[in-house]
């Protein structure tokens, strides 16, 4: 069992689920908001991994303590892996889910629904403050629907359906969507990582 951990993430959703996928395997998660004048870290890296350990390499020396932080998306197909990286600030810097998924939706207009295959990668970094890292990574491949559907999730989780439950991120139970999301994949490869059963 880790001590603690800080999760490097300014987003709520996401750091409600790095606790759900944490418990049992960490005693306290830290976040940004404990650590007044951590610096905000560009994300100007060209892959999601470059990203991630850019944030928990910066996080850990400044805060001493190992941190871990990821970096995820969407890459649509039929987008040439658009919007990727950029996933956050699809719409533009600032942008809304809201206006991220419009924008998809306005990019994605006419286009066959065999065509709208898309997947959700994230890179998980952690790091220490003695320099080391370790990356884990998880993917969930699915479909972008014309409309929106259910009330959970963020991001672009009521546009992407997964297939094999007939359903959007955003209508499946928490449980049944940490399990099997990217993020929830490269979750289940740091647990192992950090010698925790399950």
Known sequence: MMKELVVATGNKGKLREFGDLLAGVV???????????LPEVEEDGETFEANAVKKAMSAALFTGRPVLADDSGLCVDYLGGRPGVYSARFAGEGASDADNNALLLRELSGVA??????????VIALCHPDGSCQTFDGSLPGVILEAPRGAGGFGYDPLFLVPEYGQTLSELPPEIKNAISHRGRAMQQLKQGLGARG
């Open 27 to 37: 005693e306290t998660i830290l976040s940004p908001a404990d650590f007044p004048g």
């Open 113 to 122: 629904a065999g065509q709208r295959g898309a997947a959700f990668h994230c």
